[in-house]
């Protein structure tokens, strides 16, 4: 029987070797964000029109790969679980794939079938004396897609941090894997101005000490974890990790003390952020990473008492309806995991949602408050679980409101320039 160190051996190999493993057709998962594997999509960028019909299935691509191009999508396509800067556009002109989804169904389409997932290519940490990589930077479905997957290919980078959690996954599970020591994809704080300060105060101060957070990405969140350097006892029970919560740690703000569900640990399913963040996760007792089945389902995480989640959107109705993923009928994210906390939130014995947006958009020509969504909008979080919206003017809670306080709630946190249009939008569609 093979040790595992001549198992490793056995596998290692070049990434155009790796390829041969795959087929026409194939649909390839890949981790979240940083823990996708340049080298290689890299290499299958370059082999592309060696194949026909093959997809490449990721919640949020970094690199702009050469299979976003157009010419070659019948040969190898995106499919994304959520766009971003590097797949926008393909997603706009329509040559690459949409599945909709919540964070936290995505490995039970994976298990159940209901999403093909033939290969998975994955970022991994060095291997351990027991066989062991780590897929700390993007655990969330990509430990289902292994235990489904014909064919399990592992970038191996010492640079990628070793966590806790249940995110490891033995050689004896990996067909081939191929070596790196590029420095991992680091991604800075958002730009914060004075709109997004106003909003993260508004926010920071309702938040009480002992609480649990989720951060979503962008400005209006990273705002609010400037604001609460002076708490006590937070927790952390998140999918994304990333610069902020480790300055909320470092200035001893988050202790996870207090939690009920894991005290102690801090939880998350993807890290996305500095190699001084990476370097924070590396065999520390502190941080569990694990599947966003388990970090999103929002009975889990409404475990936690007090949980507070923090999520952005582009545009909220008179009855609270949030549009997040889209501008009309044109994508631009996805439902990611909004949904899964607001009713996390929702569940949590102390918990609050905040869905927070700045009033106006277009340098100030437009409202983001609206009566009516725009038409082809993709409708993220619904009416009936929405808690706190929040702009730079105010907060309007919403929940167990009738139509007409919704209403009049939503205009007194809206732009000034618009009330009055929105007053009339609401008397005309009687809501008022």
């Known amino acids: 029987m093979q040790t595992v160190h001549e198992q490793y051996a056995a596998k290692r190999g070049g990434a155009i070797d790796a390829l041969e493993q795959l087929r026409d057709d194939d649909m390839i998962v890949v981790p979240t964000g940083v823990g996708e594997p340049p080298t290689l999509l890299t290499a299958l960028s370059s082999e592309r029109t060696r194949w026909r019909g093959i997809r490449v299935a990721q919640i949020l691509a970094m690199r702009k790969y050469g299979y976003f191009d157009q010419d070659s999508a019948q040969h190898v396509r995106h499919a994304a679980l959520f766009f971003g ?49 780590s897929l700390s930077l993007g655990t969330d479905y990509t430990m289902a897609a292994i235990a489904r997957a014909r064919v399990v290919v592992l970038e191996v980078n010492p640079n990628v941090p070793f966590a806790h959690g249940q995110c490891h996954v033995h050689i004896s599970q990996v067909s081939a894997l191929v070596e790196s020591s590029d420095p991992i994809l680091e991604v800075g704080l958002p730009a914060i101005g004075p709109v997004q300060e106003a909003i993260g105060k508004q926010v920071a101060d309702m938040i009480e000490d002992g609480s649990t957070l989720q951060i979503g990405y962008g400005g209006i969140p990273d705002a ?24 909320l740690v470092e200035c001893g703000a988050v202790t996870n003390r207090r939690k009920t569900l894991l005290p102690g640990k801090m939880v998350a399913t993807f890290a996305l952020g500095s190699r001084r963040l990476y370097d924070f996760m590396h065999h520390n007792p502190m941080l569990e990473m694990h599947p966003s089945n388990f970090t999103n389902d929002p009975y889990i995480a409404g475990q936690n008492d007090n949980l507070v989640s923090i999520n952005a959107s582009l545009q909220v109705d008179l009855l609270g309806q949030c549009g997040s993923e889209s501008i009309a009928h044109l994508p631009y994210s996805g439902t990611g995991g909004q949904v899964d906390f607001v009713r996390a939130a929702n569940r949590s ?45 105010g907060v309007a809670q919403l929940r167990g409101k009738s139509a007409k306080a919704r209403a009049q709630e939503l205009i007194a946190i809206a732009h000034p320039d618009f009330r009055g249009q929105l007053r009339e939008e609401a008397n005309r569609m009687c809501v008022f």
């Not at 040559?95 to 998975?120: A, H, K, Q, T």
């Not at 994304?240 to 300055?247: E, F, N, Q, T």
């Open 349 to 393: 014995r102390g918990g609050k949602s905040f869905i927070v947006l700045p009033s106006t958009a277009r340098d100030g020509s437009i409202s983001r408050i609206v009566p009516m969504l725009t038409p082809g909008t993709h409708a993220t979080t619904s009416k009936n679980d929405v808690n706190y919206v929040v702009t730079e003017f």
């Open 224 to 247: 609010v974890v400037m604001q609460l350097t002076g708490k006590h006892d937070l927790g952390v029970h998140t999918e994304m990790i990333g610069d902020g919560i480790l300055r």
């Open 85 to 133: 800067g590097a797949s926008r556009a393909s997603g706009q002109g329509g040559w690459c794939d949409f599945i909709p989804n919540y964070f936290s169904e995505i490995p039970l389409l994976i298990e159940r079938g209901l999403m093909p997932c033939d290969v998975v290519f994955a970022m991994a940490s060095s291997m351990n004396a027991q066989g062991f990589f």
